[in-house]
């Protein structure tokens, strides 16, 4: 997997908008965020690296190992191996990105310094057992401007970097107005009793970040807004930000949703549309699948959710959220079998039930989904395929982000700093576009 995803890395860079030759291929105003790797090469950067590339194709984020502080391998201390996995986590609607960074180690029998210790490094991997490895490995979170390369390293929550069961975390901004750059934002996550370690009688439990503070808090006894005191939620997919709340997706039933922000929180729930609300599948196998063919998100600022039958023709339905939240209304309709056999398309035959990469947050009428290792843009009105490209990794899930033209130019707002950014686009000799950020902060 480890070299999969660095071969994706790779792959994404020979198509990326910074190495355009000649004339500069204007921004696409949304990217597909899937990778996220660590540069470990030592070569100087200010920031993160943004492998810009238009949809289908995807996009990459790249951090310098520096940010990250990832031990030496083996540990000097323990001799233990491993390696460092990274993520977007979630995305606000204003194209922030919450990237987090696991550091996980594995006890391996000793290397020696022979020629083939690559071989017996490779023979030792195959051989670990779930015993042999870290399981809550530690971690790190930032804030990320992708286009800026701006990174804001969050707090360790609670004091520790071993937090994994803090894994639906997600990011709210708020402008002044209403509009523009983000004068401050929330990273939070809800639990309900019985989940994630939380103890507190009653209701629903709230972690978060505020900016304003650079803080965490704990908000407790949250009431709870479920239709059924029986069921859990079970929290699959990204945190969606939309309507200044925070969405947390149960692909089977529905979503809670709360503003962060707010001095007191309250939570609400929507349902999803009738037909597609299921039975509690708590603990079963169905419940983790679920999310790859069940998609809420955010597209012409309406709430959208997107379903694939599992029963050839492989209907596409796409539901538009109305009336302040109280009810869905069908949008579209359309067998997707029916376009990918058309013989324009020159597809191979289509294996298995396709999945939902992404819904297009600029044009209701698009979805992504996941064929293989292809990733396809079918226009639900028009019946076509808009276009397509290939997936290194099509299990690694697919995050729209969309970059208004203020974002290049925006700061990460934080408490008790203040920063002046300065940014300018250079072309190189090679005719490589490329972004300098330089950021002076002061106290």
């Known amino acids: 997997m480890l070299r999969r995803l660095s071969g994706a890395v790779a792959g994404g860079l020979r198509r990326s908008l910074s190495t355009a030759a000649s ?10 965020v899937q990778l996220t790797s660590v540069d470990e090469s030592g070569a100087p950067a200010p920031g993160a690296s943004f492998h810009l590339d238009e949809p289908p194709f995807v996009t990459n984020l790249t951090v310098p190992a520096h940010f990250v502080h990832p031990r030496p391998l083996p540990d000097p201390k323990t001799g233990k191996y491993g390696f460092v996995s990274g993520q977007v986590g979630a995305m606000s609607s204003d194209g922030f990105l919450l990237v ?4 996980a180690r594995y006890d391996i029998p000793a290397i020696g310094d022979s020629s083939s210790s690559s ?51 997600g990011l709210l901004t708020q402008a002044k107005g209403g509009q523009g750059p983000p004068a401050r934002y929330a990273v939070a996550e809800m639990f309900s009793l019985g989940d994630g370690g939380e103890e507190e009688e009653g ?16 908000l407790v006894g949250l009431p709870s807004p479920l239709p059924s005191a029986r ?20 692909e089977s039933w529905g979503a809670i949703s709360v503003d962060p922000l707010s001095d007191r929180p309250e939570l609400c729930f929507t349902e999803l549309p009738r037909g597609s609300v299921l039975p509690d599948l708590e603990g079963m196998v169905l419940m983790r699948k679920l999310g790859r063919y069940r998609r809420v998100g955010v597209s012409e600022g309406k709430m959208r959710y997107v379903e694939v039958s599992k029963e050839k023709p492989f209907v596409i339905s796409s539901f538009s959220l109305e009336d302040g939240g109280s009810s869905w209304t069908l949008d579209h309709e359309v067998a997707f079998l029916h376009i990918w056999m058309d013989g324009s398309n020159q597809f191979a035959p289509l294996k298995e039930m ?59 707002p934080y408490a008790g700093w203040s920063k002046k950014t300065t940014a300018k686009r250079e072309v190189s000799p090679d005719k490589k576009d490329t972004l300098h950020v330089e950021v002076e902060l002061m106290k």
Not at 100 to 103: M, Y
Not at 377 to 384: A, L
């Open 100 to 103: 987090r960074f696991w550091e």
């Open 231 to 250: 069921r859990r939620m079970a929290i699959g997919n990204a945190v969606v930000a939309f309507g200044d709340r925070l969405w947390w997706i149960d």
């Open 23 to 32: 004339r500069p291929r204007p921004r696409p105003p949304w990217a597909l």
């Open 203 to 218: 209701g629903f439990v709230m972690r978060r970040f505020l900016s304003e503070t650079g803080k965490w808090d704990k």
């Open 119 to 169: 071989s017996s490094l490779a023979s030792a991997l195959l051989g670990l057992s779930w015993a042999d490895m870290d399981i809550n490995p530690e971690g790190s979170r930032f804030i990320c401007n992708p286009l800026s390369g701006e990174l804001y390293r969050l707090p360790d929550l609670d004091g520790t970097k071993r937090t994994t069961m803090y894994h639906h975390l």
């Open 354 to 412: 396709p999945a939902i990469g992404a819904i297009d947050p600029l044009n209701s009428n698009v979805v992504y989904l996941v064929c293989g290792d292809q990733l396809v843009g079918v226009d639900m009105v028009k019946e076509k395929v808009t276009g397509s490209s290939r997936l290194d990794v099509p299990e690694f899930p697919l995050l729209p982000c969309v970059l208004p033209n203020w974002l290049e130019t925006s700061q990460i």
